[in-house]
């Protein structure tokens, strides 16, 4: 070979070497690929603003519900405006409304930031929850906006109209999804808007960082993150998220990528030094009995990890098809499950089948890759499987991860689809808008739901049939609108259908606490109209079988001693002997109705002994004698 053939080779095998290098240190990420990206999609922002305030403006007029009272209206902190924001920020996030912190949930609950804007709203104006609905939709246009931004980041810009764009399709089919109704229409829910708001807005700042390499960038990066992770937990995720973002998207040197984990790592850690010296614990392992806060309290391992994986196929039906939607997911509208189970082991195959997937097409197609990722990577926070959440699924839970979805539809009608050739990309735009046509009818008739208790809950039973909680707070919202009612006709009906829901609560969970009450202060009611003490006292006993310690029995039980003492000597001890005593075993509570009964009736001689009785077993023989 000649010299000068030899050094052109040399010259050609280095531009090569030179040219895949920079390939290497090239993202395919867009940032600032153009100048002025928003005035250049200035009709995005037109379009998601009118789709948020279309959506949601009927919300406007809505008062506050469910979880409003704990974070707002019955909150001790948010009510004192800016003069509560430093206990907000230092104490347990439900303290300001129990008054002091209560351990109900194992990951505990420290998420100040979005009760300090309620705060700051109560300085502006007292108890507005009109203004706070309007704050709750601008920031869900926001975060519409966010999202279109990040998924032009990841997808390469193309020659189509801007409304047929991928990103575009996949943030309106993001902004219309139906899950997204209980976050924006309930107050509290401003939490995870505004999670996943810094969340996006942790990604962008990484972005910038890897193609501009300021430090400034990353500074930025760290406080959208810490800022996120105080508005809710669920932004922690983006630990994993960001990091694999950057490396499916922008092929730079690993050191770049395990810098932006190194700053993301030290806030997190720095996050929880701060969350631990507050409400003093990362994960509480001493986890309450009550199955309203702890679904799995009367599961075994198995069961429990059976179910939450069925919960984990019932999330990838409602991203898919968001039908029917209700926000009541405790027990047993989830069933306890068990492996042999066809729809958990169909779970079970499909996570499994998409993790493998994942993992193998992460430079083949990166962006169904990514999806898959960013799904199971959010969505396992709030899955119980990592820590429990204190109920079996929500639809907020995946307000976050249900971007995934949106993402892989349009992907798959205006890409993948098209690429085979059979149909078009305008027909993949018709059925994208199709889609967005259905999941908007859907948002705009689920709204309606959250307009006040007695909507909410006439919408959570007639989904949510084997939930325990619906049909208890179904039944509480008929006796507080029977106790308004003058006509007696008219409040003996409201409370009959109460009682069929508090009925129906007890049959699901008979040791259910606020479903007790509701039976015994229903049946009161009913007693006080139609005088039959008999049926009133059958529900009494089964109150005070499955909760003796229900305080509204000892004051109601003292109001009957006079209206029927005999029936209610009898009364005393059907329920402190033959059931407490005899049948449950249940000593102390049936000691405290047996000495109810001997306070009512000192003479009577079967009380007295059976209060003996309950004394010898229990070893005081000095007081069991003072009954002989």
Same mark, same amino acid.
């Given at each position: 070979?000649?010299?000068?053939k030899?050094?052109?080779?040399?010259?050609?095998?280095?531009?090569?070497?030179?040219?895949?290098?920079?390939?290497?240190?090239?993202?395919?990420?867009?940032i600032?690929?153009?100048?002025g990206?928003?005035l250049?999609?200035?009709?995005?922002?037109a379009?998601?603003?009118?789709?948020?305030?279309?959506?949601?403006?009927q919300?406007?007029?809505y008062?506050?519900?469910?979880?409003?009272q704990?974070?707002?209206s019955?909150?001790e902190?948010?009510?004192?405006g800016?003069?509560?924001i430093?206990?907000?920020?230092?104490?347990e996030?439900?303290?300001?409304y129990?008054g002091?912190?209560?351990?109900?949930?194992?990951?505990?609950? *420290?998420?100040?930031?979005?009760?300090?804007?309620?705060?700051?709203?109560?300085?502006?104006?007292?108890?507005?929850?009109?203004?706070?609905?309007?704050?709750?939709?601008?920031? *869900?246009?926001?975060c519409g906006?966010?999202?279109?931004?990040?998924?032009?980041?990841?997808?390469?810009?193309?020659?189509?109209?801007?409304?047929?764009?991928?990103?575009?399709?996949?943030?309106?089919?993001?902004?219309?999804?139906?899950?997204?109704?209980?976050?924006?229409?309930?107050?509290?829910?401003?939490?995870?808007?505004?999670?996943?708001?810094?969340?996006?807005a942790?990604?962008?700042?990484?972005?910038? *960082?890897?193609l501009q390499?300021?430090?400034?960038?990353?500074?930025?990066?760290?406080?959208?993150?810490y800022?996120?992770?105080l508005?809710?937990?669920?932004?922690?995720?983006?630990?994993?998220?960001?990091?694999?973002?950057?490396?499916?998207?922008?092929?730079?040197?690993?050191?770049?990528?395990?810098?932006?984990?190194?700053?993301?790592?030290?806030?997190?850690?720095? *996050?929880?030094?701060?969350?631990? #010296?507050?409400?003093?614990?990362?994960?509480?392992?001493n986890l309450?009995?009550?199955?309203?806060?702890?679904p799995?309290?009367?599961?075994?391992?198995?069961?429990?990890n059976?179910?939450?994986?069925?919960t984990?196929?019932?999330?990838?039906?409602?991203?898919?098809?968001?039908?029917?939607?209700?926000?009541?997911y405790?027990?047993?509208?989830?069933?306890?499950?068990?492996?042999?189970?066809?729809?958990?082991?169909?779970?079970?195959?499909?996570?499994?089948?998409?993790?493998?997937?994942s993992?193998?097409?992460?430079?083949k197609?990166?962006?169904i890759?990514?999806?898959i990722?960013?799904?199971?990577?959010?969505?396992?926070?709030?899955?119980?499987?990592?820590?429990?959440?204190?109920?079996?699924?929500?639809?907020?839970?995946?307000?976050?991860s249900?971007?995934?979805?949106?993402?892989?539809?349009?992907?798959?009608?205006?890409?993948?689809?098209?690429?085979?050739?059979?149909?078009?990309k305008?027909?993949?735009?018709?059925?994208?808008?199709?889609?967005?046509?259905l999941?908007?009818?859907?948002?705009?008739?689920?709204?309606?739901?959250?307009?006040?208790?007695?909507?909410?809950?006439?919408?959570?039973?007639?989904?949510?049939?084997?939930?325990?909680?619906?049909?208890?707070?179904?039944a509480?919202?008929?006796?507080?609108?029977?106790?308004?009612?003058?006509?007696?006709? #008219?409040?003996k009906?409201?409370?009959?259908?109460?009682?069929?829901?508090?009925?129906?609560?007890?049959t699901?969970?008979?040791?259910?606490g606020?479903?007790?009450?509701?039976?015994?202060?229903?049946?009161?009611?009913?007693?006080?109209?139609?005088?039959?003490?008999?049926k009133?006292?059958?529900?009494?006993?089964?109150?005070?079988?499955?909760?003796?310690q229900?305080?509204?029995?000892?004051?109601f039980s003292?109001?009957?001693?006079?209206?029927?003492?005999?029936?209610?000597?009898?009364?005393?001890?059907?329920?402190?002997?033959n059931?407490?005593?005899?049948?449950?075993?249940?000593?102390?509570?049936?000691?405290?109705?047996l000495?109810?009964?001997?306070?009512?009736?000192?003479?009577?001689?079967?009380?007295?002994?059976?209060?003996?009785?309950?004394?010898?077993?229990?070893?005081?023989?000095?007081?069991?004698?003072?009954?002989?």
């Open positions: 070979m000649s010299k000068k030899k050094e052109k080779n040399n010259a050609s095998s280095s531009a090569k070497t030179n040219k895949s290098s920079l390939a290497r240190k090239t993202p395919k990420v867009s600032y690929s153009s100048e990206f928003w250049k999609n200035k009709w995005v922002i379009v998601f603003t009118v789709l948020g305030i279309g959506l949601y403006f919300s406007i007029p008062g506050y519900i469910l979880d409003d704990i974070v707002i019955d909150n902190y948010t009510q004192e800016l003069n509560g430093w206990k907000i920020l230092t104490t996030s439900f303290q300001g129990f002091k912190q209560r351990d109900l949930v194992q990951g505990g609950r *420290y998420r100040p930031l979005s009760i300090v804007t309620f705060a700051i709203e109560q300085s502006i104006s007292k108890n507005n929850p009109a203004l706070q609905h309007i704050i709750n939709i601008l920031l *869900y246009i926001l906006l966010l999202l279109f931004r990040i998924f032009s980041f990841l997808i390469p810009e193309d020659k189509s109209f801007w409304f047929m764009s991928i990103p575009f399709a996949a943030a309106t089919l993001y902004m219309v999804h139906p899950v997204h109704v209980e976050a924006i229409a309930n107050i509290k829910g401003r939490d995870e808007i505004m999670a996943f708001i810094f969340s996006l942790t990604m962008y700042y990484s972005f910038k *960082y890897i390499k300021k430090n400034s960038a990353l500074i930025l990066m760290a406080f959208v993150y800022l996120g992770i508005s809710k937990e669920n932004t922690l995720t983006f630990l994993g998220v960001v990091p694999m973002t950057l490396f499916l998207f922008t092929r730079m040197r690993n050191k770049d990528i395990l810098k932006v984990l190194g700053v993301l790592l030290t806030v997190t850690v720095l *996050y929880l030094i701060q969350r631990y #010296a507050i409400i003093g614990y990362l994960i509480n392992t309450p009995k009550d199955v309203m806060n702890n799995f309290a009367e599961m075994n391992g198995s069961q429990k059976a179910t939450v994986t069925f984990l196929l019932k999330y990838l039906g409602l991203g898919f098809f968001p039908h029917p939607l209700t926000h009541d405790y027990p047993y509208h989830i069933p306890k499950m068990e492996w042999s189970n066809i729809w958990v082991l169909s779970s079970l195959l499909i996570h499994i089948g998409l993790t493998t997937m993992l193998l097409w992460i430079r197609k990166p962006l890759a990514w999806c990722l960013f799904y199971i990577m959010t969505i396992s926070i709030v899955s119980n499987a990592i820590f429990n959440v204190g109920t079996f699924m929500n639809e907020r839970f995946i307000f976050i249900s971007a995934a979805f949106c993402v892989f539809l349009a992907h798959l009608f205006l890409n993948i689809i098209p690429s085979k050739g059979w149909f078009s305008k027909i993949g735009m018709g059925i994208i808008g199709l889609i967005v046509l999941f908007a009818i859907k948002t705009i008739t689920r709204v309606p739901a959250w307009e006040n208790a007695m909507t909410l809950n006439r919408s959570a039973v007639k989904v949510s049939k084997n939930s325990a909680r619906a049909n208890s707070f179904m509480t919202a008929l006796y507080k609108e029977a106790l308004n009612i003058s006509d007696n006709t #008219a409040r009906s409201n409370l009959l259908e109460a009682q069929q829901y508090s009925d129906k609560a007890l699901i969970l008979p040791n259910y606020n479903a007790n009450l509701m039976a015994a202060g229903i049946a009161a009611e009913i007693f006080k109209i139609d005088k039959d003490i008999d009133l006292i059958a529900t009494f006993i089964t109150v005070g079988t499955n909760r003796p229900l305080e509204f029995l000892k004051e003292t109001y009957l001693n006079d209206v029927n003492p005999a029936k209610m000597t009898d009364f005393y001890y059907e329920l402190g002997h059931v407490l005593f005899q049948q449950k075993k249940n000593y102390k509570w049936a000691q405290h109705i000495l109810l009964g001997n306070t009512h009736d000192p003479s009577n001689v079967k009380i007295k002994q059976s209060i003996s009785k309950i004394y010898r077993m229990m070893g005081d023989e000095n007081a069991a004698r003072k009954y002989e």
